[in-house]
């Protein structure tokens, strides 16, 4: 029923990207989600898909999951094409009635597509790649040092961890919880949306009681194995770079380097 | 009428990782049977009952409940669930009104009863499961974990079902808890003649109280006996990481000591007989 949600499902596979530390990958992700964004022709993108193209097959993951991601977000991408094509002015191509395409138009729809798709697809292998647990510890380990700012850096890792954590707990109780009221009588199908929406507090109470009840336990849990916060805190499997993962920093700085260069160069062609 | 699952199949996963939850389940359930389904966590029990009141559709295979198939594109699917009563494990989970009576009024509201034929029905319900009165119009969320248990399988109950499916209804209950719920089915099931199917984990129970036992094991049905025969089957239920009543265990341990008792005991009070009859003989 609700098993469906694609973004931060982890894919389990053995890759040299899986094993990278998390730090890594979200500083690449990041480095590539900017550079995406840094210039606005051609060859810049013809780099950045290369590179994907070459993560894509390190990662070992099936490229239909790539593509699974691009699903929810499909409407928006169409409707910002759709705006591009009728909103952009320029030089026309044709005109139907009152509707003109121009040349800068198709060119506007055509990149914001590759740039959204790319943007899309390269955040998913991060996910795919990489355990929610992982990157919350990869963050928490990058934001270290806003520590000093007092922002609760510990803290909040540690929420959406935990959250993370809940996410199928709660998918799983839902789903018993629903059962259950069907079995009772209850119909999510039928009537009007008030109806619909009464429907659903069958559902809904259960699921905050048994969402508070497990907090709590949790809560008591951790408190008796004496959790206090992040001060002096150690962890059992510490990040540290490897090898590996400074050849990995090495190859995203190289990516930057040409795809500024490309950038840079690409800005001089007729295209 | 009765319940008739023939060849049930059920495969749930992806093409990648398919697993076969249930396997071949063909079997045939007489009106006013006291039935009882033992198996190991992830056996299928769960996802077998499910299909019985339509919860869960088979891959392949059929049920047909008083006749009719339930698969049939013009079957009513919620009149099977209101007469196919389910109880899940941990029911209390699903209570939600602010009071209890309200809370039992649910599924006979939802069958499309009037008010006051709804809250009669909770009224006997609720007196079904033993439900002290004073309790009808407190919050369920401030009973004890027994009493939302009996608050819920009444919510059940008011439906007035004609079968009773409960998973592991006596999980979590201490044990007085436990010996009167399953009086109260007991109750219910010779008074009304109600079918009742119980999944268990508590091999004393379903010895006590049902008149045939199913074993289930990696999705099939490995066993569908008496509780007598069943239970004479010990070393493989013991590998199955099931096992039997622990009197019938004693009793089996007596008969290999060369005690002249019979070895078929599955409940307390036979085993109390058993013994008698051999000290009596003893003391001659």
Avoid at chain 2, 58 to 75: C, E, M, R, T, V
Avoid at chain 2, 148 to 168: C, F, N, Q, S, T
């Amino acid at each position: 029923m609700l098993r469906d949600i694609t973004l931060g499902q982890y894919y389990q596979v053995n890759s040299r990207l899986h094993s990278l530390d998390p730090r890594v990958k979200l500083i690449a992700t990041f480095a590539y989600i900017i550079s995406l964004f840094l210039f606005k022709n051609i060859t810049v993108y013809i780099i950045a898909g290369l590179w994907l193209f070459v993560v894509i097959k390190m990662s070992k993951v099936p490229f239909k999951f790539m593509v699974k991601g691009l699903k929810p977000v499909m409407m928006i991408l169409l409707l910002t094409v759709i705006c591009n094509m009728l909103f952009t002015k320029g030089t026309p191509i044709f005109s139907i009635w009152k509707i003109t395409i121009t040349y800068e138009g198709v060119k506007m729809a055509l990149f914001m597509t590759i740039r959204f798709v790319m943007l899309i697809v390269g955040s998913t292998i991060m996910t795919l790649t990489t355990t929610p647990n992982q990157l919350t510890d990869g963050l928490e380990s990058i934001l270290t040092p806003l520590n000093k700012l007092k922002v609760p850096v510990h803290e909040v890792a540690m929420m959406m961890a935990i959250a993370l954590r809940f996410i199928p707990i709660l998918m799983e109780e839902t789903d018993k919880i629903m059962k259950a009221q069907i079995a009772r009588g209850a119909d999510f199908e039928s009537g009007n949306l008030l109806k619909r929406v009464k429907a659903m507090l069958p559902i809904l109470i259960p699921l905050f009681v048994s969402a508070f009840r497990r907090a709590n336990d949790l809560a008591m849990a951790m408190e008796c194995r004496c959790y206090r916060g992040g001060e002096g805190r150690t962890k059992m499997k510490p990040l540290i770079y490897k090898l590996e993962d400074k050849k990995a920093l090495a190859c995203v700085t190289l990516y930057l380097i040409v795809l500024v260069a490309g950038g840079i160069a690409g800005n001089y062609l007729p295209i | 009428m009765s319940i008739i699952v023939d060849k049930l199949n059920y495969v749930y996963g992806d093409e990648a990782h398919q697993v076969q939850a249930l396997q071949d389940i063909s079997i045939t359930i007489p009106d006013g049977q006291f039935l009882g389904i033992i198996g190991h966590t992830g056996s299928g029990k769960s996802t077998f009952i499910q299909h019985l009141n339509g919860l869960i559709k088979a891959s392949s295979g059929s049920i047909f409940y008083n006749g009719q198939d339930i698969y049939d594109k013009d079957y009513d699917i919620r009149q099977l669930r209101s007469k196919v009563g389910l109880v899940f494990q941990y029911p209390e989970h699903q209570l939600f009104e602010a009071e209890v009576f309200q809370d039992v009024c649910f599924g006979p509201k939802n069958l499309g009863l009037d008010r006051k034929q709804a809250e009669l029905k909770a009224f006997t319900a609720l007196r079904q499961t033993g439900v002290p009165e004073d309790l009808f119009y407190v919050s369920p969320f401030e009973l004890s974990g027994g009493q939302k248990r009996r608050v819920a399988i009444a919510g059940v109950l008011a439906m007035e079902p004609e079968v009773l499916i409960l998973d592991e209804p006596t999980a979590g209950l201490d044990p007085k808890g436990r010996d009167e719920l399953l009086n109260q089915l007991e109750k219910l099931h010779k008074e009304r003649n109600m079918t009742i199917i119980l999944v268990s984990h508590s091999m004393e129970d379903v010895a006590n109280y049902a008149d045939r036992i199913l074993v289930m094991d990696k999705g099939r049905i490995l066993l569908d006996q008496t509780p007598k025969e069943v239970f004479s089957h010990r070393k493989e239920l013991e590998e199955m990481g099931l096992g039997v009543p622990q009197v019938t265990c004693l009793m089996q341990e007596l008969k290999s000591k060369g005690f002249p008792v019979a070895a078929d005991v599955t409940t307390v009070q036979e085993a109390k007989t058993e013994l008698l009859k051999y000290f009596q003989v003893k003391g001659r």
